[in-house]
């Protein structure tokens, strides 16, 4: 039978390896995805693969998907299609994902099964069998309303089914994992939010200071959204030098127009 466990409040409760943080920091500042959480994973049980699957109105989406060993990503991709053609439908991961996101960032959800487990024969076939999986262990949570992220971790008879101990140390690892994910969610979408408003505020600049150079309204832009000279000079792959002497012509101009040369004047008049 399927084991469920509902983390509420989420709380590790063994050591965590200096190896599974680094990797979950990797993951939390959004230069690490279903890689990052595998490394994480590995440090504390060894697993063979790993998908990170994002659930909205009970259709599963494939994010990322990783492997053990060097080159069988590709076997990810291909359960899953086969799992999203035919079996997704009779998966209790779907109304668990339904439950878990009706209250976003309150807990977290856990979901062993073994291959036996699963109640369709064709399913059990094409991807258990197949692939020579043994289980699948699923963790659930909700970044935001209406949207459930899962990370399933797989393992074959290579590794050999999870035993109780291990299961204990996942569980304990359980609530981190899915921390740095919803950490770099919200980086990720803050970083799309603030590239929507700098569009927005470049093309209120090409109306109100139209003597501005497109280089000096993509900075003047920037400026507004609280940005750094090192994060444009990095946003914009150019040296902080160059940030440094765009501002300043920018801010002749913008002074000549009588407009506002300085960050808060500027953040005023594009919002």
Known sequence: ???????????????????????LLEVANGAAGANGLLRAI?????????????????????????????GEESVVLQCFGIYRRHYYRRDALLPLAAQVSRAPGAGLAVLHCRAADFPDAGWRSDIYERERLTDRFTLVHAPVPGQAHAIHLYRDDRLGPLQAEEIDRLLGLAPLLCQALALAWRAQSHCQDRDSG????????????????????????????????????????????TVVTLRKRAYLKLAGAGLPAERLGLARLLH
């Open 1 to 23: 039978m399927p084991q469920l466990w509902n983390l509420d409040p989420p709380a590790a409760r063994l050591p965590v390896p200096a190896e599974s943080v680094a990797a």
């Open 42 to 70: 590995q440090a504390v049980v060894p697993a063979e693969y790993l998908s990170l699957v994002q659930i909205r109105r009970d259709l599963p989406e494939l994010i990322e998907g990783s492997a053990r060993r060097p």
């Open 198 to 241: 700098v569009a927005v505020q470049v093309q209120r600049l090409a109306r109100l200071a139209p003597t501005l150079s497109p280089r000096e309204r993509d900075v003047c832009a920037r400026i507004a959204q609280g940005m750094t000279v090192d994060g444009i000079a990095a946003d914009l792959d150019v040296a902080p030098s």
